[in-house]
């Protein structure tokens, strides 16, 4: 298929461009630096800049790729500012679904959360409601998904990887990430909110597998959700730093999310079943 990755040089994008063309797909890359285009072309894809907020260059990226399948892995978290997220969520897919429908693409896998589920008790699955009476700063984040979500699905055919919080080599939580800094400096509490992981070669697979799955919202998580006095301890020792101060508590929306559906309908197996397997290997000095 010639299939169009949008993020293509992010932490997710630069494990899947060569995944895809390992598979045979003509694969073309979208990124907004001319300074990544040689690593796009190193991965086996076509390179194209342009921005995602310029509407007229989105569309005459896609009009000459004329893909079958767009990949939507576009984010903005290198510097934790979930406002310009939300914004490449909001304005820059609706450039992007617009662009693909006018190219004539027939189907869009995009990336989306498992964390902006209503508040509950346990982990989340796909039929539960987003947290949309949220309030700020969470609301930002949460109109973001909502928008990325609906405008995704007005393409013909449609596949949205609610993933979970992302793990491994160039993510917050590698040595030299944001988590990590900050668990170093004792300025992140172990609480009883619960995360569900997922290893970016897990992120990276899961996309390549959507290109044959039906149409719908998924999960794409780890087997083991985990509060936050369970995971962070186990962190911290691996990175070396000092233990965590408890704090009792969590939001009523750190509850974890279940991969059931993944496993069940689409035959999904994540290669990092659980954080702390991938945590060791991904931390090992």
């Known amino acids: 298929m010639r299939i169009f990755v949008a993020g293509a040089s992010g932490v997710i994008g630069r494990r899947l461009l060569p995944k895809l063309a390992a598979a045979g797909h003509d694969v073309t890359g979208l990124t907004h630096r001319a300074e990544n285009m040689p690593h796009i072309e190193a991965a086996g894809a076509r390179a194209v800049v342009a921005d995602i907020f310029d509407r007229d260059s989105v569309m005459r ?12 892995q576009l984010t903005a978290l290198k510097e934790w500012n979930l406002e310009d997220n939300a914004n490449i969520r909001k304005t820059g897919t609706r450039h992007l679904v617009d662009a693909a429908l006018a190219a004539g693409a027939k189907r869009m896998t995009a990336q989306s959360i498992a964390w902006a589920y209503e508040p509950d008790e ?30 995704v699905q007005e393409m013909p055919s449609s596949v949205i990887l609610r993933y979970g919080m992302l793990y491994g080599p160039d993510t917050w939580y590698a040595p030299d990430g944001l988590i990590a800094d900050r668990v170093r400096r004792r300025e992140m509490p172990a609480t009883d909110g619960v995360t569900s992981f997922l290893h970016v070669e897990d992120a990276a697979q899961a996309a390549v597998l959507a290109l044959d799955w039906p149409d719908g919202i998924v999960n794409i998580v780890d087997d083991e959700p985990a509060a936050g006095t369970e995971w962070l301890p186990h962190y911290a020792a691996l990175l070396g730093a000092p233990a965590p101060e408890l704090k009792p508590g969590r939001g009523g929306w750190e509850r974890g999310a279940s991969n059931a559906k ?10 990092y079943g659980s954080w702390r397997t991938g945590f060791e290997q991904s931390l090992a000095r």
């Open 122 to 151: 346990s982990p989340a699955s796909e039929t539960d409601g987003l947290d949309l009476r949220a309030a700020p700063p969470r609301s930002t984040t949460i109109e973001g998904v909502a928008a990325l979500e609906q405008a």
């Open 262 to 271: 993944a496993r069940r309908e689409y035959g999904w197996t994540p290669i």
């Open 61 to 72: 990226a896609l009009e000459a790729a004329r893909p079958d399948v767009v990949i939507h």
